[in-house]
Protein backbone atom coordinates (compact mmCIF):
# COMPACT_ATOMS: atom_id res chain seq x y z
CA UNK A 1 0.00 0.00 0.00
CA UNK A 2 1.62 3.03 -0.87
CA UNK A 3 1.66 6.31 1.39
CA UNK A 4 -1.17 8.28 -1.17
CA UNK A 5 -3.86 5.01 -0.51
CA UNK A 6 -3.04 4.73 3.07
CA UNK A 7 -3.75 8.29 3.46
CA UNK A 8 -7.18 7.86 1.65
CA UNK A 9 -8.52 5.80 4.07
CA UNK A 10 -11.09 7.04 5.91
CA UNK A 11 -13.86 5.56 9.02
CA UNK A 12 -16.98 6.81 9.33
CA UNK A 13 -17.69 8.40 13.36
CA UNK A 14 -21.59 7.70 13.15
CA UNK A 15 -21.70 11.67 12.69
CA UNK A 16 -18.92 12.01 9.62
CA UNK A 17 -16.39 10.61 7.77
CA UNK A 18 -12.66 11.18 8.87
CA UNK A 19 -9.56 10.80 7.12
CA UNK A 20 -6.95 8.86 8.62
CA UNK A 21 -4.76 12.50 9.53
CA UNK A 22 -7.89 13.45 10.99
CA UNK A 23 -8.38 10.52 13.20
CA UNK A 24 -4.75 10.65 14.18
CA UNK A 25 -5.18 14.26 14.76
CA UNK A 26 -7.95 13.95 17.19
CA UNK A 27 -4.93 11.88 19.66
CA UNK A 28 -4.97 13.85 23.19
CA UNK A 29 -1.43 15.81 23.63
CA UNK A 30 0.08 16.31 27.50
CA UNK A 31 -2.15 18.89 27.99
CA UNK A 32 -5.32 16.40 28.04
CA UNK A 33 -3.68 13.77 29.74
CA UNK A 34 -1.59 15.41 32.00
CA UNK A 35 -5.03 16.70 34.23
CA UNK A 36 -5.89 12.96 34.92
CA UNK A 37 -2.34 11.80 35.19
CA UNK A 38 -2.07 14.80 38.24
CA UNK A 39 -5.67 13.50 39.23
CA UNK A 40 -4.74 10.05 39.62
CA UNK A 41 -1.31 11.33 41.48
CA UNK A 42 -3.45 13.36 44.00
CA UNK A 43 -5.57 9.99 44.81
CA UNK A 44 -2.04 7.60 44.84
CA UNK A 45 -1.13 10.07 47.75
CA UNK A 46 -4.17 9.92 49.70
CA UNK A 47 -4.87 6.33 49.34
CA UNK A 48 -1.24 5.25 50.42
CA UNK A 49 -1.07 7.50 53.32
CA UNK A 50 -5.01 5.80 54.17
CA UNK A 51 -2.93 2.03 54.17
CA UNK A 52 -5.28 1.49 50.89
CA UNK A 53 -2.08 0.00 49.06
CA UNK A 54 -4.33 -1.49 46.05
CA UNK A 55 -6.22 1.93 45.00
CA UNK A 56 -2.49 3.14 45.22
CA UNK A 57 -0.83 0.96 43.02
CA UNK A 58 -3.74 1.15 40.47
CA UNK A 59 -3.50 4.92 40.07
CA UNK A 60 0.03 4.45 39.95
CA UNK A 61 -0.66 1.62 37.11
CA UNK A 62 -3.22 3.95 35.72
CA UNK A 63 -0.80 7.00 35.90
CA UNK A 64 1.93 5.07 34.25
CA UNK A 65 -0.07 3.86 31.00
CA UNK A 66 -1.06 7.00 30.63
CA UNK A 67 2.01 8.61 30.80
CA UNK A 68 3.13 6.32 27.89
CA UNK A 69 0.29 7.44 26.04
CA UNK A 70 1.32 10.18 26.40
CA UNK A 71 5.07 9.50 25.00
CA UNK A 72 3.76 7.42 22.23
CA UNK A 73 1.61 10.64 21.53
CA UNK A 74 4.03 13.23 21.78
CA UNK A 75 7.42 11.35 20.69
CA UNK A 76 8.79 14.85 21.78
CA UNK A 77 8.78 13.88 25.45
CA UNK A 78 9.31 10.26 25.31
CA UNK A 79 12.49 10.71 26.76
CA UNK A 80 11.71 12.78 29.61
CA UNK A 81 8.34 10.81 30.32
CA UNK A 82 10.63 7.33 29.84
CA UNK A 83 13.02 9.03 32.11
CA UNK A 84 10.35 10.04 34.63
CA UNK A 85 8.55 6.66 34.82
CA UNK A 86 11.99 5.03 35.37
CA UNK A 87 13.21 6.98 37.71
CA UNK A 88 10.69 8.16 40.39
CA UNK A 89 7.06 5.91 39.57
CA UNK A 90 9.30 2.37 40.09
CA UNK A 91 10.55 3.74 43.29
CA UNK A 92 7.20 4.90 44.18
CA UNK A 93 5.63 1.24 43.00
CA UNK A 94 8.65 -0.53 45.45
CA UNK A 95 7.01 1.72 48.02
CA UNK A 96 3.85 0.82 47.29
CA UNK A 97 4.79 -3.21 47.09
CA UNK A 98 6.73 -2.93 50.35
CA UNK A 99 3.50 -0.51 51.69
CA UNK A 100 6.18 1.77 53.28
CA UNK A 101 4.32 4.89 54.14
CA UNK A 102 7.40 6.76 55.11
CA UNK A 103 9.08 5.53 51.95
CA UNK A 104 6.14 6.35 50.03
CA UNK A 105 6.01 9.97 51.37
CA UNK A 106 10.01 10.48 50.51
CA UNK A 107 9.52 9.31 46.77
CA UNK A 108 6.46 10.91 46.36
CA UNK A 109 7.05 14.25 47.11
CA UNK A 110 10.79 14.24 45.53
CA UNK A 111 8.49 12.62 41.95
CA UNK A 112 6.65 16.16 42.47
CA UNK A 113 9.83 18.33 42.50
CA UNK A 114 10.73 16.50 39.55
CA UNK A 115 7.62 16.58 37.42
CA UNK A 116 7.83 20.57 37.98
CA UNK A 117 11.67 20.40 36.52
CA UNK A 118 10.38 19.24 33.52
CA UNK A 119 8.05 21.88 33.36
CA UNK A 120 10.85 24.65 33.74
CA UNK A 121 12.63 22.25 30.99
CA UNK A 122 10.08 22.65 28.48
CA UNK A 123 9.57 26.26 29.01
CA UNK A 124 6.21 26.12 31.13
CA UNK A 125 7.43 27.41 34.59
CA UNK A 126 4.31 28.37 35.11
CA UNK A 127 3.12 24.97 35.69
CA UNK A 128 4.02 23.76 38.94
CA UNK A 129 1.92 21.23 40.75
CA UNK A 130 1.44 21.00 44.51
CA UNK A 131 -0.10 18.23 46.31
CA UNK A 132 -3.49 18.97 47.45
CA UNK A 133 -3.86 19.63 51.49
CA UNK A 134 -7.07 17.52 51.57
CA UNK A 135 -7.82 13.74 50.44
CA UNK A 136 -10.80 13.59 47.00
CA UNK A 137 -13.84 14.06 48.77
CA UNK A 138 -15.07 12.05 45.86
CA UNK A 139 -13.42 8.79 46.84
CA UNK A 140 -13.78 6.60 49.64
CA UNK A 141 -10.08 5.96 50.96
CA UNK A 142 -10.82 3.27 53.23
CA UNK A 143 -8.95 0.02 52.73
CA UNK A 144 -11.09 -2.93 52.02
CA UNK A 145 -10.68 -6.29 53.25
CA UNK A 146 -9.74 -9.06 50.30
CA UNK A 147 -12.35 -11.05 48.88
CA UNK A 148 -12.31 -14.75 48.50
CA UNK A 149 -13.21 -16.32 45.51
Given at each position: MTEEQVTEISGWSGHRRMSIDEIAALQPGLGTIMPQVSRRYWILYYAAKAGHWPLANFQLK????????????????????????????????????????????????????????????NDKPFIQWKLPDHPPPDFDLTPKPPTSS
Amino acid sequence: MTEEQVTEISGWSGHRRMSIDEIAALQPGLGTIMPQVSRRYWILYYAAKAGHWPLANFQLKEMRELMEFGAFTRPKYVEQLDEFIDQKLSVIQACIERQDWPAFDEAYRDAITASNMYHELNDKPFIQWKLPDHPPPDFDLTPKPPTSS
